[in-house]
Nanobody
Framework: VQLVESGGGLVQAGGSLTLSCVAR????????LAWFRQAPGKEREGVSC???????YYADSVRGRFTISKDDAKKTVFLQMNTLKPEDSAVYYC??????????????????WGQGTQVTVSA
C-alpha cells in the first residue's frame, strides 16, 4: 500500500485548498480512508474520514468547513478545505486501514500513512 498526498500550500485566512491522496494497492470498497493533521508541538488530530461504504465523519473543529470525498475509480481521496483559519496550519496526512466501520472511522487504527503535505494559513 502506498499513499501519496498533494495539494498543500500557503493560503490566506478565509481561503480554500483541496488536498488529494492517491492510494495504490488498495481496494477502496474494503478500506477506510482518513485525513489527519499535526501542528508543531501538538498531537496528531483526526480531521475527517470516509468508511468503506462512503459514510463520512468530521472533527468538530472542521465540520461545516471541510468536505471529504473519494473517487473509487481513480483511487483518490480528497479533502476540500474552505474558510481556512490560521489554526488549520499543520502537516496533513492521508491514512488508510482495511476495516469495515459501523459508525465513526475516527480515530480508527490506521496502519498505512502518506508522507504528509504542509498547509499554512496566514492571518
Amino acid at each position: 500500500v502506498q499513499l501519496v498526498e498533494s495539494g498543500g500550500g500557503l493560503v490566506q485566512a478565509g481561503g480554500s485548498l483541496t488536498l488529494s491522496c492517491v492510494a495504490r494497492g488498495v481496494t477502496f470498497g474494503d478500506y477506510a480512508l482518513a485525513w489527519f493533521r499535526q501542528a508543531p508541538g501538538k498531537e496528531r488530530e483526526g480531521v475527517s474520514c470516509v468508511t468503506h461504504d462512503g459514510s463520512t465523519y468530521y472533527a468538530d473543529s472542521v465540520r461545516g468547513r471541510f468536505t471529504i470525498s473519494k473517487d473509487d475509480a481513480k483511487k483518490t481521496v480528497f479533502l476540500q478545505m474552505n474558510t481556512l483559519k490560521p489554526e488549520d496550519s499543520a502537516v496533513y496526512y492521508c491514512a488508510t486501514e482495511l476495516a469495515y466501520y459501523v459508525g465513526s472511522c475516527l480515530p480508527g487504527n490506521y496502519d498505512y500513512w502518506g508522507q504528509g503535505t504542509q498547509v499554512t494559513v496566514s492571518a
